[in-house]
């Protein structure tokens, strides 16, 4: 394996990873990335390549003008005569200029104790004084990364956060569920050198840092003259924010000490503080972490070069790097998931680094891998190491993976890790595959390995979150609906159509409270949207097989499926929708109903309508989009539909095994993730009605690199999609069609998203629709719920009660409890044994057959022991078996209350076969 620097490939996303051992922290060129402790996540990290910024962050504002940037490229770098970020063996630096305001950011972590630093040094190079307010950001987890995916919202309720007048600290701590989860207590203190005093402004509430409908980029909080709000405790979506404004004379200087703290108690991560208030606290943690850097490699017997190639090889073990992975149509073979590799003993639940050695000269040079694992390892990053060798090879890896075991396995308190030697000639063609699938790194031994430049890199600068998009002039759009009579008008919304729709109106920066949605499903498919235009879409199960990304984040409540408009002869780009493009002069309607939602506005002298709705059956979602034009004189449009593929379960990483493709026969586009467990030989689709003349597979074509659905700085620039599609990408779907409207002239398109059993399943349904009317689709939908709501109604004195009883209660027990088993907070995708027979006992007279169905469903998660399934997954049944003794004696109550509501006896005739398995332990629940 050469490590000649002239010859190596380098990584697209390097990063500079921080660490004492215990207390871990990284940062990427972007100024993105995350935080974490003892294998807890301190703060908020994803892998994902395109948009988001994650981690911790410093903004600066300048109190005369009112801007406000960061002091890295994210989130909002700005405009910058000068950026540049070093990577240094214990620290990293980012250096820019800001008109004539100079930062220096130094990060690290401490050698000695577990404080990480973030210095920001500002000097004023002009010639009049600037006044800038400092502000710190950094989403909060203090717990397993794994269950902060897959249920964010859930994860944060549990973090509680305090603040200590005396000193100005900020602490966050994680409540304990369990007496065996771990003791998390953070501290977050901000000093400025020159200035007695604490810190006055602080906040740890998410949704008043960044206000209902915002993101980092464009946070309420940094706008000009908004002040923190000093919250503190049961914020329910933490954050650590503190604020300090300095005085820059022309030539001055000044500098800014952002601690972090971690222990175990709060005891304990106080008395890590007073250390911190040195003159030279910031220097001497500078110095340590240089010196354990140091240390370490000398521990390891690793020189400077070899580290700072072991470093370079961090970035693709994070981010999924198609420049060190194996080629596109090999990653497209992979297919089953993780267990295809339990049989050769690996979990997958590591990044892999897969290592082809031919002959004796690869055996020699697999030992500097192994010597990388060991430096990754001691620096508290875990990774598995595959050695796939030739056949007459296979005796000496063998033993070169027994010593690196015994050596990792010594190591105290380190992260798990492990290296295996394999056959090549012995191993099955699917392990194979799936291991060159899922391995973030592929090395031939006798081939160049990948890095990244280190020391000084210039950076481009990243667009601001200040009006990125060309906006024309518009007066503000009548609201013909603003005299529309609401029962129960909140301001915002009311029941309209006797109550069976709910209407909501929005002007200006307008948002719901939190995201108000509407649940739309069939048996078998369904997707959630709210008033804005957030939500997601899944098939069969809305937690294992989600098709978009479930969002569970109320605050900014960020599409992953977007409808873009843009005017090719202004340049002004927004979305169908209120989010994730709002056009501020517009007035946004959106009406929620039984299985469908209508979104309108008018914007730029265009009206626009969006009506989605999901089929009674079929797999599917429609969005039908009409766009009239209101103006005088003919107009160039360009609509791109858009989708951010999942394909998976929700807060599982699948991103580097989707697939996509064109469709010939149609020109839909196509999507697979194969390499998981279940679903994996289905395919997810976009279509626009035939009518998308271009196409890209690639999110960063279409947002860019450092853009997000707001801001899609490709669609911005209004470059035509490039076709590019496969594997290895960083995967989305995008159709894009060019329509030219006359004045008044009025034009339809319909988008669909849906996912099917096969290729040829998918082009039967997508020429189905294409040949069928929205308007048909549409009744079709009513009648059903008619159908159903109008079984029953109930009329009392009062007409709330009449309202909720009669159409909403009845709807989502139908729709969102039996069908979606999902909602905005929470997307189980089970059956809980006694929740839906609960559920069940409000359907026996309206959908009595669907009652049936659920009652015989139940009895068939029955154990010849007595007990029961506590929840499963369908289709494949997987579940827990519990102790639970009421949820036995659910099945027997509304078997009873199903006969007498229905009278049909013959359903204690069915004869279901008892599950099998083994039994709960005595001394388990």
Not at 471 to 499: I, K, M, Q, W, Y
Not at 602 to 624: F, M, N, T, W, Y
């Amino acid at each position: 394996m050469s490590s000649q620097a002239s010859s190596r490939v380098n990584v697209a996303h390097p990063v500079q990873w921080l660490s004492n051992g215990s207390y871990s922290a990284f940062l990427d060129a972007s100024g993105s990335g995350g935080s974490y402790w003892r294998g807890q996540s301190v703060t908020r990290w994803h892998e994902n390549p395109v948009g988001h910024a994650w981690g911790s962050f410093i903004f600066l504002r300048d109190e005369h003008s009112g801007e406000t940037w960061s002091a890295t490229q994210l989130p909002c770098g700005g405009e910058a005569e000068e950026f540049a970020i070093d990577f240094h063996e214990g620290s990293v630096r980012v250096q820019r200029c800001h008109d004539t305001l100079e930062s220096v950011l130094d990060a690290a972590v401490a050698g000695e104790h577990d404080v990480e630093l973030r210095r920001i040094t500002l000097t004023n190079h002009g010639d009049r004084p600037r006044t800038i307010t400092l502000t710190s950001y950094a989403e909060l987890v203090l717990g397993p990364a794994g269950a902060d995916a897959s249920h964010p919202a859930f994860s944060k309720m549990f973090v509680q956060t305090e603040w200590v007048e005396q000193g100005g600290v900020l602490l966050a701590t994680r409540r304990k569920r369990s007496s065996d989860e771990p003791s998390v207590w953070a501290a977050h203190m901000l000093l400025v050198d020159g200035q007695d005093g604490d810190t006055h402004e602080f906040e740890s509430s998410r949704l008043r840092f960044l206000g209902r409908g915002h993101v980092l980029r464009d946070a309420h909080a940094m706008r000009p003259g908004i002040g923190l709000s000093n919250s503190s405790g049961c914020v329910l979506d933490p954050v650590f924010s503190l604020r300090r404004g300095v005085t820059l004379a022309p030539g001055a200087s000044v500098k800014a000490m952002f601690w972090t703290a971690l222990a175990d108690s709060r005891e304990s991560v106080l008395s890590l503080l007073p250390a911190l208030r040195a003159a030279d606290a910031a220097d001497q943690l500078l110095r340590s972490a240089q010196a354990h850097a140091a240390s370490r490699r000398q521990q390891l017997d690793i020189d400077v070069s070899q580290a700072a190639h072991f470093d370079g090889m961090i970035g693709p073990l994070l981010r999924a790097d198609r420049h060190c992975r194996a080629p596109a149509e090999v990653v497209a073979r992979g297919h089953g998931g993780a267990p295809v590799l339990w049989g050769s003993s690996i979990s997958g639940d590591r990044p892999i680094v897969l290592l082809h050695v031919a002959d004796e000269a690869g055996v020699a040079s697999a030992h500097e891998l192994l010597r990388a694992q060991c430096y990754w390892q001691a620096k508290r990053l875990a990774c598995d190491v595959v050695m796939l060798g030739a056949a007459d090879q296979h005796d000496a890896l063998a033993k070169l993976a027994k010593a690196q075991n015994d050596t990792l396995k010594a190591a105290k308190n380190a992260v798990k890790a492990e290296c295996f030697a394999l056959d090549g000639a012995a191993i099955d063609a699917s392990v194979r595959d799936g291991l060159r699938t899922v391995a973030r790194i592929e090395l031939d031994a006798a081939k160049p390995w990948p890095a990244a430049d280190y020391g000084r890199q210039s950076i481009d600068s990243a667009p601001t979150g200040r009006a990125p998009i060309p906006r024309a002039p518009t007066r503000e759009s009548p609201d013909e609906n603003d005299t529309e009579a609401r029962e129960f008008d909140n301001g915002l919304g009311g029941f309209v159509d006797s109550g069976r729709s709910y209407a909501i109106s929005l002007k200006g920066e307008q948002c719901t409270p939190m995201p108000w949605v509407n649940v739309m499903a069939n048996a078998d498919f369904g997707c959630l949207v709210s008033a804005e235009g957030g939500g997601y879409t899944w098939s069969i199960n809305s937690q294992q097989n989600a098709l978009t990304p479930w969002p569970n984040d109320s605050v900014a409540d960020m599409p992953h499926e977007a409808l873009y408009l843009r005017d090719e002869d202004g340049g002004e780009v927004w979305s169908a929708t209120a989010s994730p493009i709002r056009v501020p002069s517009a007035r946004y309607r959106t009406v929620h109903g039984k299985g469908w939602s209508r979104f309108t506005h008018r914007a730029h002298d265009i009206e626009v309508e969006l009506l989605q709705c999901v089929p009674s059956s079929g797999s599917l979602k429609l969005s039908r989009l009409r766009l009239r034009n209101g103006s005088a004189h003919a107009r160039h449009l360009t609509v791109t539909s858009y989708v951010e593929w999942a394909l998976g379960p929700n807060g599982a990483v699948t991103t580097p095994y989707v697939v996509t493709s064109r469709d010939e026969s149609t020109g839909a586009m196509f999507a697979r993730n194969a390499w998981r467990e279940e679903f994996g030989e289905r395919v997810a689709f976009i279509d626009l009605g035939g009518q998308g003349t271009t196409c890209s597979g690639d999110r960063r074509e279409v947002l860019g690199q450092h853009g997000d659905v707001g801001r899609p700085d490709g669609l911005i620039r209004g470059e035509p999609l490039s076709g590019h599609t496969g594997a290895g990408l960083d995967p989305c779907g995008a159709l894009q069609t060019r329509i030219e409207l006359a004045a008044g002239a009025q034009v339809e398109l319909v988008f669909m998203l849906g996912d099917a059993a096969s290729e040829a399943e998918a082009q039967a349904l997508i020429r189905k629709y294409r040949d069928t009317d929205v308007d048909a689709v549409l009744a079709g939908i009513r009648d059903t719920w008619d159908r159903v709501l109008d079984t029953v109604q109930v009329h009392t004195p009062n007409r709330a009660m009449d309202i909720v009883l009669n159409d909403w209660l009845p709807y989502q027990t139908l729709g969102c409890r039996m069908w979606a088993r999902t909602a905005y907070y929470q997307a189980s995708g089970a059956y809980g044994f006694r929740d839906q027979l609960q559920d069940s006992m409000a359907l026996c007279v309206s959908r009595p057959d669907v009652a049936r169905e659920h009652l015989l469903r139940a009895a068939g998660r029955q154990f010849a022991e007595g007990d029961v399934q506590h929840w499963w997954l369908p289709p494949t049944g997987k579940g827990i078996r519990t102790k639970i003794r009421d949820d036995r004696l659910w099945l027997p109550y509304v078997a009873a209350h199903y006969i007498k509501s229905t009278g049909d006896q013959a359903v204690l005739d069915e004869a279901l076969p008892f599950l099998e398995g083994d039994a709960v332990k005595p001394d388990a629940t």
